[in-house]
């Protein structure tokens, strides 16, 4: 007898559930004119999108007007990436005083394996990379989401020295 009233119970339930449902589709069809539901993208690109301020889009490396970053090419962006879409090619110099110094040869950032977490961004300790909030990525080519992101000659920003 139980089982008989709780499948009456939810045959209700469903009724109710389905009546909320139409009340709320009912609504915006009789008030199609007063609410706007939807938007026409992409001719509102320019006008009404709002991109959230914690959205990340695609990775990029700033560079200032000498040509210069801040990437020391530590690898912990690379380290930090769960999929490995950064690779970091180094290439090593040798100063005036002997020493060896390591520089950034190429970022390469695969965009068609990048899962936006910001996990590389949270993981530079010079702060040389940022998610910008360009969300419009996808091409017909795949090899076109293989990019470096450094620019041909560009080289380590130069420390300030403290006073």
């Not at 990029?60 to 490995?84: Q, R």
Request: proline residues 4%.
């Amino acid at each position: 007898m139980k089982s008989i009233i709780k499948y009456f119970r939810e045959l209700v339930m469903a009724f109710y559930s389905l009546a909320q449902g139409m009340k709320l589709t009912l609504y915006y069809f009789t008030h199609v004119r007063k609410v706007n539901i939807t938007e026409q993208y992409p001719e509102n690109r320019e006008t009404t999108i709002r991109i959230p301020e914690r959205f990340y889009g695609i990775l990029e490396m700033p560079h200032d007007e000498n040509n210069e970053h801040n990437c020391t090419a530590c690898t912990l962006c690379e380290l930090a990436c769960p999929n490995g879409t950064i690779t970091i090619d180094t290439a090593v110099e040798v100063t005036e005083d002997g020493k060896k110094k390591k520089y950034l040869d190429k970022y390469h950032y695969n965009l068609g394996t990048c899962t936006f977490c910001g996990q590389c961004v949270d993981a530079c300790p010079s702060d040389a990379i940022h998610m910008n909030k360009q969300f419009e990525l996808s091409e017909y080519d795949k090899n076109k989401l293989l990019l470096v992101l450094n620019k041909p000659g560009s080289k380590l920003k130069a420390k300030e020295k403290k006073s």
